[in-house]
């Protein structure tokens, strides 16, 4: 059996339920999804463009703490709340990862916790 660890970093919020910010296993990186809180807990706004950055702001803490990063990403999943923000998701989507182009799905759901309007999670090479 493959060992696995647990990422648990304080430069991304805490989970808000039983489960770890990220999980490493077999080399890769899968990341819970990130919302846009803030290290405190808190929505960062409801501006989905500040929300977004805040997503990824998050996703990268995670990422980092587990010696990886954005440029490792290899799959994400972006979870929007509204499909008519995804052109402004897709502008801060590439900025966040450059020249990077990981394989993506995107799917619109009826609520996100805490009502926020995006939510990402992302699976990255260690």
Known sequence: MSKIDF????????????YAQGVIAGGLIFTSGQIPLTTDGKIVSDDV???????????????????????????????????????VVNEVYVNAFADHRPARSTVQVARLPRDAKVEIEV???V
């Open 123 to 125: 699976t990255a090479l």
């Open 49 to 87: 463009r500040e929300q977004t950055a805040q997503v990824f702001a998050n996703l990268k803490a995670v990422l980092e703490s587990a010696g990886s990063s954005l440029a490792k990403v290899v799959k994400a999943t972006v979870f929007l709340v509204d499909m008519s923000d995804f052109p």
């Open 7 to 18: 990422i648990q970093t304080p430069d991304a919020p805490a989970a808000i339920g039983p």
